[in-house]
């Protein structure tokens, strides 16, 4: 058993020296975040495309580097970027001035407005006004959410997602959706279900997020951008993505007429518009695999090596609550009462970006295996615990009274007991911990889950992959159901091949 | 009669749960292959002086000897019931005696030990261990405690099962037994650390009537072959045709002890004949 842990925490210090390259462009962005920002090329899953993609790409060429993505959750771009998992977060983050206290931006590579969209049989809203009295929806933390905010006596509801905004919208549960122009064009411009109306409000300005302190980084991404500007480069992208405006245009004091053709935003309609026939829907999933494959794996591997870290550390913390004396015994079920009366959620975010302010900086991988294996220790403890006390009184006292000593009786009578009793429990918690991996996503992890986002909001089809994703749970699941089943039955007490 | 004949001797043992005096000064010798029934109300304390001589409760003041090991402790009674009665206020915890026993110092632990392994005890409720089928019932304390071989001890194991007649049911689990059966391979199991003296707590209480004899017989056969045995027991018939002696306990206290026909033909002490008297015997 304690050989095992060894190897583990042994594993996960090494997966932690992996990742620090020199000079090369570390960036993140959400692939969540969708069309045109940064999302999964629709020909090919596992490629990343958007006019962020592009912008970075030109960049690194022009500094003569190269890049390489990270992941993380949209939220976390800025938290992820102090704690040095990357260098630089590009993710159409506005430049505003609580943001300026906490990171430097570079020049702006972009600016929008926010747009108004709403049902395709929608009359009575043409401006900011029309939305009052009505349920309009918008990203959490964005420019609009503010706008909406300040303007009064409108119902704001705050959204992860902007496809999900969107759906609702559809679905009747709002009545107007204000976002990021460039994502109201990319969701709702091709949809026939809804529209675009109302005049530009406000003004959005993107800018590159780096740490105050790399002051020589800043100028380095500054001079690049600014090196596209002058080159043409910048204005080719966002005409190719058929970005270009008057407030970009008014921003570079370029008003040329450019007869660059908007290629990736017509290959963009096209992956939306045409009918897929039943082989081109198994085309496309077949074209998941990979992603999802990888992602199965990341989320196999969280889950058995943090349940085999909940599992001992269970057992050693259900062992000192019952039979250590009091100051242990105590600090035992204070352990369990804080562990399991707080939520995973902050406990993962605690770990991941709290503990580096006190130089504990763990990768997302081993923080995401010990936060989910602290979490479930708490709950196996009480599990074991249960099995304990199912345990008759009188089976610790046949044992003793033969001569056995306390630690001889529970290694041998008492704990092979209480296995058996624990067995269905614990497999239980496996299940439940195998889907609660879906909430490391949140520090930069990319399992399951966060993928069946990316892929919903790069294909808009969240049936389809929502289905195959629980398929793949299911199917992940089921080895370790029949395992279970193969204890309970080796614990029988029917079973009698076992001897010495 | 020669006191080397005297296997057990307990002399001024007290015991205490909290503030209820549970034993209030026993003295009692045991000879040499005697067979002695102890009888009296439910909570005059014989259960709990069973469970001092196997040191599942620690005897507060007095002494144990059995064999050549002497267990003994002076009046610091009101410190260590301070400490115990913390112990118990604690709700929730299970094995509390092995517990008490934590607290006690070094030496008397390893005496405590050595005095267990004197003894062996077979109690009311049904103990085998069910992850172990029977034979392993029976090895796994001579294996892990003693360190013994295991096929010598599997030899020996089946030798004691053939004594109480079960040298049939090897490979069966405690589950697939009857309680009469069960309790005879517990005493085999008790039999394989070779104790000195064998401790019975109300060992056919739990049975169905038709199975009470053949355990029965497995103790008086063991009578015979000169097994030193001390039963706890609700069973006036057992204490009548299997004892050599018979103790009436009340309140803590040992009131009478003699040969059977004389405790139930002609009790001395009023409070035994009330006993008896209650039991329309």
Not at chain 1, 190 to 212: C, D, F, H, S
Not at chain 1, 309 to 322: D, E, K, Y
Request: charged share 25%; glycine share 6%; net charge neutral.
């Amino acid at each position: 058993m304690k050989s095992l842990l060894y190897s583990i925490l042994i594993f996960i210090f090494t997966l932690n020296l992996s990742s620090q390259d020199k000079d090369m462009l570390r960036w993140a962005a959400d692939a969540e975040s969708g069309a045109p920002y940064v999302f999964q090329d629709p020909r090919i899953p596992t490629k990343l495309i958007g006019f962020e993609v592009d912008i970075i790409n030109a960049i690194s060429k022009e500094l003569g580097i190269e890049n390489k993505h990270f992941q993380n959750q949209w939220d976390g771009l800025i938290p992820g970027l102090k704690r040095n998992d990357y260098d630089l977060a590009i993710n159409g983050l506005e430049i505003t001035e609580d943001r300026k206290k906490e990171v430097a931006f570079s020049i702006p590579y972009y600016i929008t407005f926010q747009q108004i969209v709403v049902r395709t049989d929608s009359k009575d809203i043409e401006d900011l006004n029309g939305l009052e009295d009505k349920n309009v929806g918008t990203l959490k933390g964005s420019l609009a959410e503010r706008i909406l905010k300040e303007h009064g006596n409108i119902t704001v509801k705050t959204y992860d997602s902007e496809a999900s905004s969107y759906e609702d919208l559809k679905n009747n549960r709002l009545d107007a959706v204000l976002i990021d122009e460039p994502v109201a064009k990319y969701y709702a411009g091709w949809n026939p279900a809804l529209k675009l109306t109302g005049e530009p409000i406000g003004e959005v300005v993107y800018g590159i997020v780096m740490r105050k302190q790399d002051t020589l980084l800043q100028t380095r991404i500054n001079t690049a951008i600014t090196k596209l500007i002058t080159s043409g480069k910048l204005r080719e992208i966002l005409e190719q993505w058929d970005m270009w405006n008057y407030m970009v245009a008014l921003y570079l004091d370029d008003k040329t007429v450019s007869n660059i053709k908007p290629v990736k935003y017509e290959a963009f309609l096209e992956s939306r518009k045409t009918e897929l026939s039943f082989d081109d829907y198994v085309e496309r999933y077949i074209g998941y695999l990979p992603i999802l494959g990888e992602a199965a794996i990341t989320t196999i591997v969280l889950s058995v090596l943090s349940m085999i870290l909940a599992i001992v550390l269970g057992l050693i913390i259900a062992l000192t609550r019952v039979y250590a004396p009091r100051p242990l015994s105590f600090l035992a079920t204070t352990y369990i009462e804080v562990i399991r009366g707080t939520p995973l959620l902050i406990q993962l975010f605690f770990i991941y970006y709290a503990l580096p302010s006190i130089g504990i900086n763990m990768d997302p991988f081993s923080a995401a295996i010990l936060g989910l294996g602290l979490n479930y220790s708490a709950y196996e403890a009480e599990n074991y615990r249960a099995g304990l006390f199912s345990v008759p009184r009188g089976q610790m006292e046949a044992a003793v009274s033969l001569g056995m000593s306390r630690r001889q009786a529970l290694k041998h009578i008492i704990i092979p007991q209480a296995i058996r009793l624990v067995i269905p429990p614990v497999t239980n918690d496996f299940i439940s911990l195998l889907k609660d991996t879906s909430l490391v996503s949140v520090i930069a992890m990319a399992e399951l889950t966060k993928r069946y986002l990316e892929l919903s909001a790069t294909y808009y089809d969240y049936i389809g992959t929502g289905i195959i994703v629980a398929i793949i749970y299911l199917i992940i699941g089921l080895p370790f159901v029949k395992l279970s089943k193969y204890l309970e039955k080796r614990y029988s007490l029917d079973n009698n091949t076992k001897s010495f | 009669m020669n006191s080397e004949n005297k296997i057990v001797q307990i002399r001024n043992l007290h015991k205490y749960f909290g503030d209820s005096h549970i034993l209030r000064g026993i003295d009692l010798d045991v000879e040499k292959g005697q067979l002695i029934s102890i009888i009296g109300r439910s909570g005059c304390g014989k259960t709990t002086l069973l469970r001092c001589l196997n040191c599942l409760e620690i005897l507060d003041e007095g002494t144990i000897k059995i064999d050549d090991i002497e267990l003994s402790r002076t009046k610091d009674r009101k410190e260590f019931e301070k400490k115990v009665s913390k112990i118990r206020n604690k709700v929730g915890m299970p094995f509390i005696n092995s517990i008490e026993e934590n607290k006690l110092d070094q030496d008397f632990k390893l005496k405590a030990h050595k005095l267990r392994t004197k003894v062996g005890m077979l109690f009311q409720g049904l103990n085998l261990f069910p992850n172990y089928n029977v034979l392993d019932n029976i090895i796994i304390a001579p294996k892990i405690v003693q360190g013994k071989d295991v096929e010598n001890s599997k030899l020996h194991a089946i030798k004691l099962l053939a004594k109480v007649g079960m040298e049939d049911f090897i490979d069966r689990m405690p589950n697939q037994l009857s309680g009469g059966q069960a309790q005879r391979v517990a005493i085999a199991r008790a039999l394989a650390m070779n104790p000195k003296v064998m401790l019975y707590d109300e060992p056919t209480s739990a049975l169905d009537p038709e199975l009470v004899d053949e355990v029965i017989k497995v103790m008086t056969d063991l009578n015979k072959e000169g097994m030193t045995q001390i039963v706890v027991t609700h069973s006036m018939n057992f204490a009548k045709n299997a004892s050599d002696i018979v103790v009436f306990m009340d309140k803590g206290e040992i009131i009478e002890m003699a040969p059977p026909e004389e405790m139930f033909s002609n009790p001395k002490d009023s409070r035994t004949r009330d006993y008896l008297k209650l039991l329309a015997i």
